[in-house]
């Protein structure tokens, strides 16, 4: 959790919520990572999103999994997507997996499913297209008390070129006791073709956040 808050001359809450949650069994991984941005001036929203990636993994053979089930869900209200919904299926593989190192990487075939809070005529607030997946995932120890971790997606749309979604999170953790850490957290999202509002207005393609916070683990 990174939080910041500032009152007098301006109101300025400034809101960034990390959580991940694995669960490894011998032939069975469940993983999934929750974000939450949100900022607000003089009770304002200036920036709000959420990130939702949630999948299950199956080991087949030495480091080669599938993975039979997942699911992202997004939204963000400046880019002007009410929510996205990207149900889908696909494999990987563990290229690194040690007590110090891991790095996978994964392809999925999914289904876009979104729907726009406003849009200029005639364009529909609904869309949906099938799309391709690339995710990889890396952890690295330097020593038992500092880690760096590091998530990247690009989903690309098989009928439209320029729709390409990609977004990374790279995050510094430093324990300071057997349950508690200080985290710098960057993020950068990423939308290759977004869909102007109602009044014409074209969201930016890029929105980055810089974070400083604490987290518990366990």
Known sequence: VGLT????????????????????????????????????TDDEN???????????????RDRLYLTPAMLDYFSD??????????????????IV?????????????????????????PESTEDSAVAVKLQTHFKLAFNSFVTLH????????????????????VKLEVDISRHLDLNLAFVWDRVGDPRANG??????KDDF???FGAGVHF
């Open 150 to 169: 590091g998530n990247y997606s690009l989903t690309a749309d098989l009928e439209d070129s320029q729709d390409i979604t990609q977004n990374s999170l």
């Open 77 to 94: 209200e400046f880019q002007n997507i009410d929510w996205r919904l990207s149900p889908g299926a696909g494999a990987g593989y563990e």
């Open 5 to 40: 808050r500032n009152s007098g001359n301006s109101n300025v809450l400034q809101l960034l919520v990390l959580a991940h949650l694995v669960r490894e069994g011998e032939k069975v991984r469940f993983r999934t990572h929750y974000r939450n941005d949100l900022s607000k």
């Open 46 to 60: 200036t920036v709000k999103n959420q990130r939702l990636d949630a999948r299950v993994d199956l080991l087949i």
């Open 209 to 211: 956040k810089i974070s």
């Open 97 to 121: 997996h040690s007590k110090k190192a891991e790095w996978d990487v994964n392809i999925a075939l999914v289904y876009q499913e979104t729907h726009y809070i406003s849009v200029t005529p």
């Open 199 to 204: 009044q014409g207005v074209v969201p930016k």
